[in-house]
C-alpha cells in the first residue's frame, strides 16, 4: 500500500515537499496492485469526480501522493468490494469530512444497469418457458416471433436466463408503440457490438491467475455495461433534441 502524508484523501494535494506526478508516473505507481489499471482508467475515475488532480497552465493534470492513495482505494473498493463509483465517493467524502464511517462490506455483484428496474432472478438462475411466459404476459406466438429475430435466445435445453424477462418486457413496450421485432434487429447488432468493445477490456482480466483480479473483471464488463446504456440512452435523447422531433 503507498504510503501518504496524514491529513485525508483529499485530492489535488501536493506532498509536504511540492512533488507532484504525471499521469504517466501515477500509472507506474498503481500497476504494481493493479495491473489491469490504464490511463483512461484514471481519467473515467476523475471524470467521475473520485480524484481531483491540479492542472498545469498548459492542461497537463499532477497528482499528488495522496491522490494517488485515493486513486488506490477506489480500485480495492471496487476489485475486493464490488461496489459502485456512487457508493464509493460518498464513502470516500465521509471520510474526507472527518464522519465515523463503516466500511462497506464485501457484497454480491450488483446490476448496474437500471437501479429502479424491478429485481430479477439472480444471474445463474434459469427460468423455462412457461415462466418466461407467464412473468411478461405475452403469449406463445409473439414470444416465437423474437427469437426468430434473434432477440430472445434459448439455451440448448430450452431455458432462459433471468435477463430474457426483461428484454421480453422491454420488447413488449416497445411493440405498444408499433415497433416490431424486425425493427430492433438494429438494436440487438448495436448490443453486440456494445459486448465486443466490453470483452477487449475485460478478457485480459479474465485471464489473469489472481483470482480477485478475476472477480474484478466481472464487476468491470458490469460497469462498462452500464455506461454504455448510459451513452446510448443520452446520445439518443441528444440527437432527438437537435432535430426537434
Known amino acids: 500500500m503507498l504510503r501518504t502524508p496524514a491529513g485525508g484523501a483529499g485530492g489535488g494535494t501536493a506532498t509536504t515537499d511540492g512533488r507532484l506526478m504525471s499521469i504517466g508516473a501515477v500509472l507506474a505507481l498503481l500497476r504494481d496492485e493493479f495491473p489491469e489499471v490504464t490511463i483512461s482508467k484514471i481519467r473515467f475515475l476523475e471524470a467521475e469526480g473520485l480524484v481531483e488532480p491540479q492542472r498545469t497552465p498548459s492542461g497537463y493534470r499532477k497528482f499528488g501522493l495522496r491522490d494517488v492513495e485515493r486513486l488506490s482505494q477506489v480500485l480495492r473498493l471496487q476489485r475486493d468490494h464490488y461496489l459502485p463509483l456512487k457508493v464509493i465517493r460518498e464513502y470516500l467524502d465521509a471520510l474526507d469530512?472527518?464522519?465515523?464511517?463503516?466500511?462497506?462490506?464485501?457484497?454480491?455483484?450488483?446490476?448496474?444497469?437500471?437501479?429502479?428496474?424491478?429485481?430479477?432472478?439472480?444471474?445463474?438462475?434459469?427460468?423455462?418457458?412457461?415462466?418466461?411466459?407467464?412473468?411478461?404476459?405475452?403469449?406463445?406466438?409473439?414470444?416465437?416471433?423474437?427469437?426468430?429475430?434473434?432477440?430472445?435466445?434459448?439455451?440448448?435445453?430450452?431455458?432462459?436466463?433471468?435477463?430474457?424477462?426483461?428484454?421480453?418486457?422491454?420488447?413488449?413496450?416497445?411493440?405498444?408503440?408499433?415497433?416490431?421485432?424486425?425493427?430492433?434487429?438494429?438494436?440487438?447488432?448495436?448490443?453486440?457490438?456494445?459486448?465486443?468493445?466490453?470483452?477487449?477490456?475485460?478478457?485480459?482480466?479474465?485471464?489473469?491467475?489472481?483470482?480477485?483480479?478475476?472477480?474484478?473483471?466481472?464487476?468491470t464488463a458490469r460497469e462498462l455495461a452500464a455506461l454504455s446504456v448510459r451513452l446510448h440512452a443520452a446520445l439518443v435523447q441528444s440527437a432527438l433534441r437537435v432535430r426537434q422531433i
Open 97 to 219: 469530512a472527518g464522519e465515523q464511517v463503516t466500511l462497506p462490506g464485501p457484497a454480491e455483484p450488483v446490476d448496474l444497469l437500471d437501479a429502479g428496474m424491478e429485481q430479477q432472478p439472480g444471474p445463474g438462475l434459469r427460468i423455462g418457458r412457461e415462466e418466461l411466459l407467464a412473468a411478461s404476459g405475452v403469449g406463445e406466438e409473439a414470444l416465437g416471433g423474437w427469437e426468430s429475430y434473434g432477440l430472445i435466445e434459448p439455451d440448448a435445453d430450452g431455458g432462459y436466463d433471468a435477463e430474457a424477462v426483461t428484454i421480453a418486457k422491454l420488447i413488449r413496450d416497445l411493440g405498444n408503440y408499433g415497433l416490431e421485432p424486425r425493427h430492433l434487429r438494429a438494436v440487438k447488432a448495436a448490443a453486440e457490438r456494445d459486448v465486443g468493445l466490453v470483452e477487449q477490456v475485460v478478457a485480459p482480466l479474465r485471464r489473469h491467475r489472481n483470482p480477485q483480479t478475476r472477480a474484478h473483471a466481472e464487476a
